[in-house]
């Protein structure tokens, strides 16, 4: 980063990470997106533009997670974590080459604004630097990842960040800190995940969260994974009503927007579920698919005699199953995810006549 040296004695603060970190610079910028698997699991964001104060309290499998937000900037959004992508990306890529990477990232806005499919004006830079300010003072409490003697970790998204300006008012160059939290959770390669280059193209939050629900979940495994919507909504951190979380699932699901994943959702009496299943996965970079799932014990969710979604009108789309077919399905139900895995038995039953009629 040019100049970024000659500045760095004067624009350190005694109390700075900086001064006893040495700084990761991005040379290119180029990198393929990975997720952080945790970030992709749990309900760490707000799914609105619209600025949110209001908690996220969320536990499941005995983790739990909070996010608290300032009311001068809101919680971080699901938009801002396209900087931690783009920062997981790079930490990944340059270890693959073999080199030393850092929590302390020094890099032009240029290099992130054009990695994650925005446009690199004046204005862009402006939101960049909102988005850096909601990372920074956005408060996560989670025990998950907790050490043997500790059981909660409390950190930002961001601890610091600073940017390089010229005399004309002209951004050269960004730099910022990330915690250690995160940090440990990237270079963990069985904690990180390709994601498709589209997902940024997506500009709905339910959306990109639910591509990420997918992209964890779901991952390359032929028949998918199967979700109650209610406790997708749980998952997902909203402030919406159920009824009204469900109804944009619906509306999302009859325009398929989500790059190699396809939704199929129908009614069980008074459930509504939610299948996620890979299509046209041409375009995901080949990793890592899921992790390993485990069996609970827990009894399979049936869907024989599942009454049709109320958006009907959108068959086609949706590929709901056939009633006919539909045997009580045989699933594997994970705790922590609240979620179910589709086993081959009921794939023959179910997901096959879907998958023909989609194929």
């Known amino acids: 980063m040019p100049g970024a040296d000659h500045h760095d004695s004067q624009r350190l603060t005694r109390g700075s990470e900086r001064q006893r970190l040495d700084p ?34 969320y536990e499941a499998g005995g983790q739990r997670v909070e996010v608290h937000a300032l009311p001068e900037h809101g919680m971080a959004t699901i938009w801002d974590a396209d900087v931690l992508i783009w920062a997981a990306s790079q930490i990944v890529e340059a ?29 862009e830079y402006r939101l960049l630097k ?17 050490g043997e003697h500790w059981r909660r970790h409390q950190f930002s998204w961001i601890n610091e960040w ?7 008012g002209r951004v050269e160059g960004m730099e910022f800190v990330l915690p250690d939290w995160f940090y440990r959770g990237v270079i963990d390669r069985s904690l990180v995940l390709t994601i498709d280059p589209l997902y940024f193209r997506l500009t709905g939050g339910i959306e990109r969260w639910l591509y990420r629900v997918a992209r964890k979940h779901a ?7 199967l979700f109650e919507v209610a406790h997708l909504h749980e998952k997902s951190g909203s402030l919406a009503r159920v009824s009204d979380f469900a109804l944009d699932l619906r509306r999302i699901a009859a325009r398929q927007p989500l790059p190699g994943y396809r939704l199929d959702i ?4 008074r459930r509504e579920m939610l299948q996620i299943r890979p299509f046209g996965l041409s375009t995901v970079p080949v990793d890592d698919a899921v992790e390993t799932l485990v069996t609970s014990g827990a009894n399979g969710i049936g869907t024989s005699g599942a009454a049709l979604s109320g958006f009907r009108a959108h068959e ?44």
Do not use: C
């Not at 698997?37 to 309290?57: G, Q, T, V, Y």
């Not at 988005?131 to 907790?146: D, E, F």
């Open 266 to 269: 129908w009614r069980e009496g």
């Open 316 to 359: 086609p789309q949706l590929s709901l199953w056939s009633e006919k077919r539909n045997p009580t399905a045989n699933l594997e139900s994970n705790k922590e995810s609240n979620s179910s895995s589709l086993t081959r038995t009921h794939a023959r039953h179910g997901a096959g006549a879907t998958g023909r009629r989609s194929s």
């Open 24 to 57: 990761f610079v991005i040379a290119t910028g180029d990198a393929s997106p990975r997720d952080q698997r945790d970030l992709m699991e749990r309900p760490f964001f707000s799914l609105a533009k619209a600025r949110r104060i209001a908690p996220i309290l």
């Open 162 to 168: 600073e940017e390089l300006t010229t005399r004309d």
């Open 219 to 225: 991952g390359h495994q032929q028949h998918g994974w």
């Open 130 to 146: 909102g988005a850096l300010a909601r990372l920074q003072s956005t408060v996560i409490r989670t025990t998950i990842r907790h």
């Open 95 to 123: 270890e693959n080459h073999g080199l030393r990477t850092s929590r302390f990232l020094r890099f032009t806005p240029y290099q992130l604004l054009q990695a994650v499919g925005r446009a690199t004006g004046a204005r």
